[in-house]
């Protein structure tokens, strides 16, 4: 089983224990909507692009609340069965959906008025820190400043370079991707002059 197949299951029973009016980090939604998104992502190709293009989004939003009507323990099977076998997401899995089953399992963890990060395992951490790289230019892209990304096991990654200083984030690499994916609710520490570091932390992250 893939790391984005056990995100799922595991994203899928704190949906279970969460229950579907409970609130996520994704705005407004809650775990309902969160799952309604989910699901037509991966089954509705006609709605999704509006997840990423303005001009189809009014369309999505009326796909996504028609979907989260659906009962709660179905759409959570919608959920946990992942893309149909004829998605354009099926072939591709266990790469696209890495990131996106991580970060909404946090969604729904994080939005609880207590939590703790979970241990993930060595190689599980390696292959965020792989997802990261790739994404992180993007992320900061609007950085007034130099920016790194470090782990305490000394891995560095410069991913955006400006004049006038740098700013270092520091945590694990599940942390700092939560954090690239604008999750405030990460585990890092921050390094550079304190003003620089606030104008990092106020940035749009949005990818």
């Known amino acids: 089983m893939s790391f984005a197949q056990r995100e799922r299951q595991a994203m899928v029973a704190s949906m279970t224990a969460a229950g579907p009016d409970a609130p996520t980090l994704c705005g407004v939604w809650t775990v309902r909507d969160l799952a309604a998104h989910l699901v037509v992502r991966e089954r509705r190709p ?62 729904v963890r994080r939005a609880a008025s207590i939590w703790e990060p979970r241990e993930l395992s060595a190689a599980d951490e390696d292959r965020l820190w792989a997802v990261l790289r790739k994404m992180a230019g993007m992320a900061y892209r609007k950085s007034p400043v130099t920016l790194a990304l470090e782990t305490p096991e000394g891995k560095r990654a410069v991913v955006t370079s400006r004049p006038g200083g740098i700013v270092t984030l520091t945590g694990l690499p599940s942390e700092l991707l939560l954090h690239a994916f604008g999750r405030d609710q990460a585990r890092i520490s921050t390094a550079g002059d304190p003003d620089q570091v606030q104008q990092v932390l106020a940035l749009d992250r949005s990818v």
């Not at 001009?55 to 989260?68: K, M, N, S």
């Not at 659906?70 to 591709?92: A, D, I, M, N, Q």
């Open 46 to 107: 006609d709605a999704a692009p509006g997840i990423m293009l303005k001009p189809f989004a009014g369309y999505l939003d009326r796909v996504q609340a028609e979907t989260a009507r659906k009962p709660f323990p179905e759409l959570l099977e919608l959920v946990r069965t992942g893309p149909p076998w004829w998605s354009p997401l099926k072939p591709v899995d266990a790469v696209a959906n890495l990131s996106e089953m991580f970060v909404h399992h946090e969604d």
